[in-house]
Nanobody, 124 residues
């Protein structure tokens, strides 16, 4: 079991940056592949980025490649998402998620653990 708590969301102007954090409880964080998902009003939840348990493999959705960076600090049980060059279309609730596997997947249904979400709003 792991509990996830996101922080770092807020309101930012287009072109700005935010850094999301996800603090995980428990001593088995290192065993979980993690992902950042987002859900905008009226849209389905989609993966933004994912990272394997050790951090050696990452995945990025096409629209965020080159702008977002996912990372993790297993010693601190924390997942991060650095978001640069933000656009209004990045506006959404962002969730961190974990799965009991070392391998990243893009399917939300395969992540068993979810945070409560943090709102990111990008103004034009």
């Amino acid at each position: 079991q792991v509990q996830l708590v996101e922080s770092g969301g807020g309101l930012v102007q287009a072109g700005g940056s935010l850094r999301l954090s996800c603090a995980a409880s428990g001593r088995t964080f290192i065993n979980y592949a993690m992902g950042w998902f987002r859900q905008a009003p009226g849209k389905e939840r989609e993966i933004v980025a994912g990272i394997s348990s050790i951090g050696g493999r990452t995945y990025y959705e096409d629209s965020v490649k080159g702008r977002f960076t996912i990372s993790r600090d297993n010693a601190k049980n924390t997942l991060y998402l650095q978001m640069n060059s933000l656009k209004p279309e990045d506006t959404a609730v962002y969730y961190c998620a974990g799965r009991t596997s070392t391998v990243v997947t893009t399917s939300a249904g395969l992540y068993a653990y979810w945070g409560q979400g943090t709102q990111v709003t990008v103004s034009s």
